[in-house]
Nanobody
Framework: QVQLVESGGGLVQAGGSLRLSCLVS????????LGWFRQAPGKEREFVAA????????IYADSVKGRFTISRDSAKNTVSLQMNSLRPEDTAVYYC????????????????WGQGTQVTVYS
C-alpha cells in the first residue's frame, strides 16, 4: 500500500504563487511515477502534471505549462508542485497520485491517491 498526504493549499490572489507538497509512504518511493490532478466543482478530475520514477521526465497539461513545475525529492519522499502566475481558473481541489509502470496522464490509471488539498485563486 501507498499513502499520499498533500499539503500547501490555500487562498491566493491571481498572479500569486503556491507550492503544494505530497508526502509518500508505504512503498519504495523511487519506484513510483507520481502525478498531480485537480478537480473543480461540477467538473471531472483533470491531469495537471506528472513525473517519472527517476525524475528524468515530466509532462504537463497545456493549461499549466510554463507556470507550474513538478519535482520530486527522494531524500524526503515528497513530490511537489510549484504553481506560479495563478489564475482564478486554477481554483480546484488538487490531488497527488501514484502508480507503477510508466508515466501516464489519465486518472483511472493511477492506483493510489491522496485526500486532496484546496487551492482557491481570487481576482
Amino acid at each position: 500500500q501507498v499513502q499520499l498526504v498533500e499539503s500547501g493549499g490555500g487562498l491566493v490572489q491571481a498572479g500569486g504563487s503556491l507550492r503544494l507538497s505530497c508526502l509518500v509512504s508505504g512503498r519504495t518511493f523511487s519506484s513510483l511515477d507520481l502525478g498531480w490532478f485537480r478537480q473543480a466543482p461540477g467538473k471531472e478530475r483533470e491531469f495537471v502534471a506528472a513525473i517519472q520514477w527517476s525524475g528524468s521526465s515530466t509532462i504537463y497539461a497545456d493549461s499549466v505549462k510554463g507556470r507550474f513545475t513538478i519535482s520530486r525529492d527522494s531524500a524526503k519522499n515528497t513530490v511537489s508542485l510549484q504553481m506560479n502566475s495563478l489564475r482564478p481558473e486554477d481554483t480546484a481541489v488538487y490531488y497527488c497520485a501514484g502508480r507503477n509502470g510508466y508515466m501516464v496522464i489519465t486518472p483511472r490509471d493511477y492506483t493510489w491517491w491522496g485526500q486532496g488539498t484546496q487551492v482557491t485563486v481570487y481576482s
